[in-house]
């Protein structure tokens, strides 16, 4: 959470400007609340230039709860949904949809350890899928599209979870973008969909209710009671990042952030990123010590200094920064230099 953020948070706790309340004591249909709901839905259209024939919806259940919702909404009965399998968050998505129906690979990096998104010459597509489904960042891997699919006139369907808002997005190439809101958005708790008009009203009869596009999007996400504490400090964070400069902006800074760290690793053979460099993610950076045993040393060394939850994903190992949009540069500087110095010392 970017701090200025959890500083409002903190000076509105217990009266949101004047109400006499907390956010959390509104009734999600009252008017301070639709103002609040209003007005981070308006921000988040402005942030992605969002076109018109989108809906919004601000769900719960997480994008584990969406990897269900997806197939339910769009994979016909006798269809096939076609699958990029890019590493660990793809694998949950095409497990999930195995329930429901038909799912075709139709292409995958896990010859290569996924450390990179293949190349779309080589995807083995379904002539009329369901719809397409990607993982356009690989928060364990570090893997990044930086280019969007050509599904012809197929849905592009993409879980976004953890670079969502931390830079443009072509968000009109897509049908359905999904992201739970933990990484750039807000607390945990809260989900976001942005689905093209026509996707909705497709569901299947056995569609959970709180999963129907449809369902959500007459009741204007609240079919049941939102998550609305997180939709605030979303709202609250879609006005930092205007104040960043927009989606524009941040990327500038994560640019900045991401380019300090992948340099450090590259510089010597003492750390090690194995990502193809195309597709090296802004947002997590996993890496390696060329001898395993400095890992927990390392760890330590940076807990030490501050610099924590940088312990690498229990299935992978090594070390992972996740410098989402709210790490600050020079945050990431500090990262660098005792990175420098341990190398120094042990190198
Ligand atoms: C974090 C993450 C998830 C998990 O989402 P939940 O909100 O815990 O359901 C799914 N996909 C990606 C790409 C993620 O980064």
Redesign the pocket.
């Known amino acids: 959470m970017p701090l200025p953020v959890l500083e409002r948070a903190r000076s509105e706790l217990l009266d949101w400007r004047g109400s006499g309340m907390s956010v959390m004591e509104m009734s999600h249909r009252g008017a301070e609340f639709m103002s609040i709901i209003a007005k981070a839905e308006r921000d988040l259209r402005d942030l992605l230039a969002l076109p018109d024939d989108y809906r919004v919806l601000f769900l719960q ?5 969406q990897n269900a919702g997806v197939p339910l909404n769009l994979l016909a009965p006798n269809g096939v949904a076609d699958y990029v399998d890019t590493g660990h ?1 793809s694998q ?2 095409i497990a999930e949809a195995r329930k429901y129906g038909e799912v075709n690979v139709a292409a995958s990096s896990a010859d290569r350890d996924y450390t990179y998104i293949p190349d779309e010459a080589t995807w083995r597509l379904t002539p009329n899928a369901s719809y397409v489904h990607v ?1 356009t ?3 364990i891997g570090g893997v990044e599209y930086f280019w969007t699919p050509d599904t012809g006139g197929v849905p592009l369907v993409a ?4 670079h969502l808002l931390s830079r443009p997005f072509d968000v009109a190439k897509y049908g359905v973008i999904y992201a ?4 750039n958005i807000g607390p ?1 708790g809260l ?1 976001l969909v942005i689905v093209r008009d026509d996707l909705v009203g497709r569901a299947r009869r056995e569609c959970p209710s709180v999963l129907d596009y449809a369902v959500q999007a007459k009741a204007a996400s609240m079919f049941n009671t939102p998550a609305t504490f997180g939709i605030y400090l979303a709202g609250l964070t879609f006005e930092w990042l205007r104040e960043q400069g927009g989606l524009a902006g941040i990327e500038q800074q994560n640019i900045a952030k991401a380019g300090a760290l992948y340099a450090q690793i590259d510089r010597s053979g003492f750390y090690r990123n194995d990502v193809r460099r195309s597709d090296r993610s802004r947002m997590n950076v996993p890496f390696f010590l060329h001898d395993e045993r400095l890992t927990a040393p390392f760890l330590d060394g940076a807990a030490a200094r501050g610099l924590v939850q940088l312990k690498g994903h229990r299935a992978v190992g090594g070390v992972r920064a996740s410098i989402y949009n709210a790490m600050p540069l020079a945050g990431v500087l500090a990262l660098v230099e005792w990175m420098r110095e341990f190398e120094r010392d042990h190198g």
């Open positions: 259940g997480g994008a584990l709860a968050w949950k998505s993982t960042n690989e928060t879980d976004a979870s953890s739970g809101a933990q990484k945990a989900t």
